[in-house]
């Protein structure tokens, strides 16, 4: 008897305690945080004392391969740490994440060299005054921006992704839309206002042109210097000029609803439920995880790209908060929970390597981090989890 009493007391206990089962789901939040604790501390362990950042780790591979700052993807890793001080309260990951932060200081006072500063700056030092209002931050934050806004051609009106390009023209890519954040911070926090309105325009000008009449997103849009005017829409990283790769039409939808918070313009609001709806629906994957393309030939054995489900998983819980319809919040809210319930039950590098997860493929058509582990891709994982333990969903 004396046995069986205990072990119902055990049971209630465990289905009693909220932080380990949460109600009518056996998926639980904490319980992935605590796994990116300990995945993330493994990688501190191995990380060069250079400077350098972890990037990928290959297909096959267990190891790292590091980048130093001036790298597209070097504020992800210093974001995740950011993200981790969040979620645990812990100084140690305060004093890493700033640490790695700082790496990227030299970024404010260089010359832009491409859009990226968007993912490095707010990333690392966004997160970082976010979560300790650190003045030197933010003094880091507005050069940054400053330093973007010196790549927007007003006669286009975007903010051009790469001035050393191979296709001709002035060209936007479809990701720059997740770097008009740091502008719109800036103009809110003591930075020049015209950089509000170069956001605005570029995303603007953006909605205009850079998706087919599906919604679908074009990844390159190339724009005469002098006119303005559209010359052509093309592919860097997806399968073809026409395809819809998966990450772009993420970038989309993550972006323009950030531009509606930002703004509070309902035709951005409008716009980002379309690039939702034709993700949703082009989805065909049982675990909603996309293939790296959605129109890939040879699907269903093209590589996955987690990295995309989770800035899908992460955005649909924002748009979610700013949907008045119903059915529609109900659909959002619960396909970004079967994202990130999948991402964590099937995805997770636990016993491969110390990323938090496998899967993602970087660009496919040069034969670059195809189905691996990425950083981004655990940026934005973490990000995912976090709102969804600010929502408590039951």
């Not at 992704?161 to 890519?173: A, L």
Request: include cysteine; hydrophobic fraction near 35%.
């Amino acid at each position: 008897m004396s046995t069986r009493f205990t072990a119902f007391i055990l049971t209630l206990f465990v289905f009693g305690n909220s932080s380990y089962c949460q109600k009518n789901t056996s998926f639980n939040v904490k319980k992935q945080l605590e796994y990116c604790v300990q995945q993330a501390s493994k990688t501190l362990k191995v990380i060069p004392n250079d400077g350098t950042s972890p990037r990928t780790v290959p297909n096959g591979s267990k190891d790292w391969k590091f980048v130093n700052y001036k790298d597209w993807t070097s504020g992800f890793w210093p974001g995740e740490l950011w993200y981790l001080y969040e979620a645990t309260g812990d100084q140690k990951w305060e004093k890493q994440a700033d640490k790695f932060s700082r790496f990227l200081t030299p970024l404010s006072v260089s010359k832009a060299n491409d859009h990226d500063l968007g993912f490095q700056i707010f990333n690392s030092f966004g997160n970082g005054y976010r979560l300790t209002k650190n003045e030197a931050y933010k003094d880091i934050i507005l050069k940054s921006a400053d330093t973007l806004a010196t790549l927007f051609n007003p006669k286009v009106g975007t903010i051009q992704s790469w001035p050393h390009n191979k296709f001709g023209g002035h060209n936007t890519i479809i990701d720059n839309m997740m770097n008009l954040e740091l502008l719109f911070w800036a103009s809110k926090n003591g930075g020049n206002k015209k950089l509000y309105d170069i956001a605005v325009k570029h995303a603007e000008t953006t909605m205009n042109n850079h998706f087919r009449p599906d919604y679908s997103s074009y990844h390159v849009i190339i724009y005469d210097y002098e006119t303005g005017k559209k010359i052509k829409g093309r592919t860097a990283q997806g399968f073809s000029d026409d395809s819809m790769w998966a990450r772009g039409q993420a970038w989309a939808i993550y972006g323009f609803t950030m531009v509606y918070r930002e703004t509070k313009d309902p035709k951005f609001l409008d716009f980002a439920h379309k690039l939702t709806r034709v993700y949703l629906d082009k989805l065909t994957t049982e675990d909603l995880i996309p293939y790296w393309d959605f129109n890939a030939p040879g699907i269903p054995n093209e590589p996955r790209d987690a990295s995309a489900a989770a800035i899908v998983s992460s955005a649909l819980i924002e748009l979610s908060s700013y949907t008045k319809d119903a059915a529609l919040k109900k659909e959002y809210l619960t396909k970004s929970k079967k994202m990130i319930v999948s991402l964590s039950e099937h995805y997770q590098s636990r016993d491969v390597n110390s990323a938090f997860l496998l899967h993602s493929t970087g660009h496919k058509p040069a034969g670059s981090e195809i189905d691996c582990s990425i950083n981004y891709a655990d940026y934005y994982y973490l990000e995912a989890l976090l709102r969804f333990q600010k929502l408590k969903i039951k």
